[in-house]
């Protein structure tokens, strides 16, 4: 069965009283998929819509959601067709899909598998052909505007946390990381400042003592030379 990605680009949240909340994305399809459409045109020329809804009860089993091609109209361009994705999806995995989206982030890619499968080698609506460039994708929104989803898979990001810087070496020509002083490192800091000021001090009171000597006993040696 046909797995196709898409990446998501903006996202809402629809909250309404009595009713199941929904998510809903504009999608494009991925930069290296490739889908063509029996129409005319290809699918990542088409802007779409996906709609996630909070599944209450319990899936069928068969099918999680549908892909629906959005014809523009008689006269119309091409381009102006749409498609829309819609899935229910449990409590549980709508929710971790919409703490991402309330972080402010996106996906990374969602994947489908679309088409209703008839046979081991054959589905119906999206299916593979070979093609000039090789095998290729190819849904028949003139048969099948609506195709089966039977499987919904989402691609969320995680934010892993900065490891801590390792020691450098005294070679290394990497600066060195200023880490704010403890508690204890700043009461080491004063008593050593403390100490030292106390020995500078007494080492000062010394010197001028020592200076007080010398001037008395200069005093008294030029006194004992005027009265001799």
Do not use: C
């Not at 069928?60 to 959005?70: E, H």
Request: glycine content about 6%; cysteine-free.
């Amino acid at each position: 069965m046909p797995l196709v990605s898409f990446t998501p680009t903006k996202a809402r949240l629809v909250l309404e009283e009595s009713k199941e909340s929904v998510l809903v994305m504009k999608v494009v399809l991925a930069t290296e998929e490739s889908v063509e459409l029996a129409s005319g045109g290809t699918l990542q020329m088409l802007s779409g819509v996906l709609r996630v809804r909070e599944r209450k009860s319990e899936g069928n089993g068969k099918a999680v959601g549908s892909l629906v091609f959005v014809d523009a109209g008689r006269g119309a361009a091409q381009e102006s067709a749409k498609f829309q994705i819609n899935i229910s999806i449990s409590t549980k995995k709508f929710d971790a899909l919409l703490n991402v989206a309330l972080s402010g982030r996106l996906p990374s890619k969602l994947f489908i598998d679309a088409g209703e499968k008839i046979s081991r080698t054959e589905t119906r609506g999206l299916s593979y052909s070979l093609g000039p460039k090789g095998r290729t994708k190819v849904w028949d929104n003139k048969s099948f505007a609506t195709v089966l989803v039977t499987n919904f898979t989402a691609i969320l990001p995680i934010n892993v946390p900065e490891r801590a810087l390792p020691p450098s070496s005294p070679d290394s020509d990497q600066p060195l990381v200023d880490l704010p002083a403890s508690y204890g490192q700043v009461s080491e800091l004063a008593e050593e400042l403390t100490l030292f000021r106390s020995e500078t001090h007494h080492t000062l009171m010394v010197i001028v003592s020592l200076f007080a000597v010398i001037a008395l006993l200069i005093l008294v040696y030029n006194l004992a030379r005027f009265f001799w």
